[in-house]
């Protein structure tokens, strides 16, 4: 498996020329250790369709299901995640995006998550690809944007971002689509 840092790409497509179709992209943290937990919400944004997957629509766009929400963090391995399938998607950008529910009312941010990463597998071979840590550098921010998973005609091209931002979900998604 990989590590990559952010501004790293991989392609998923295999040495062989055999293009990796379904993949997952898993996060993972640790329990808050303040005395109350930091619920990390995974969501996925297309920027050419504007449409945002997310713990209430986890379908709503094509080719792309997140998993069940998880309010802590507690336990080991992938904490959320979400499987997109190049069959399905359409091209374009698919941005992998991640803030703190309810951040401001809990007065939380990344300054206290510890661990976090996004994995990347292969989701026909269960087989990590490569890591990314994504809990350096977080401060005062409450959300951010993990990685942009380019398809380009059915191959998928993993970009490593890491740019936080001090707002939520609306307001990852309209700094995603003034792009």
């Known amino acids: 498996m990989l590590n990559i840092e952010k501004g790293q790409s991989i392609s998923l497509v295999k040495p062989d020329g055999t293009i990796i179709q379904k993949i997952i992209v898993g996060l993972s943290w640790d329990t808050a250790e303040i005395g109350q937990n930091v619920d990390l919400d995974l969501f996925v944004i297309h920027k050419q369709s504007q449409k945002v997957a997310f713990f209430n629509d986890k379908t709503a766009i094509q080719g792309v299901l997140l998993s069940d929400d998880n309010l802590t963090g507690e336990g080991d391995g992938v904490d959320e995640f979400t499987r997109l399938d190049a069959a399905q998607t359409d091209d374009g950008d698919y941005y992998i ?83």
Do not use: H, W
């Open 97 to 179: 995006c991640v803030n703190i529910y309810d951040a401001n009312s809990r007065n939380q941010s990344f300054n206290l998550v510890k661990n976090a990463k996004a994995t990347i597998y292969n989701d026909a071979m269960n087989n990590p690809l490569a890591s990314y840590p994504i809990s350096q550098d977080g401060a005062r921010n409450t959300a951010l944007i993990v990685a942009n998973v380019k398809d380009n005609g059915g191959k998928y091209e993993f970009i490593a971002l890491g740019e936080y931002i001090l707002g939520d979900i609306n307001e990852v998604a309209q700094a995603i689509f003034n792009k």
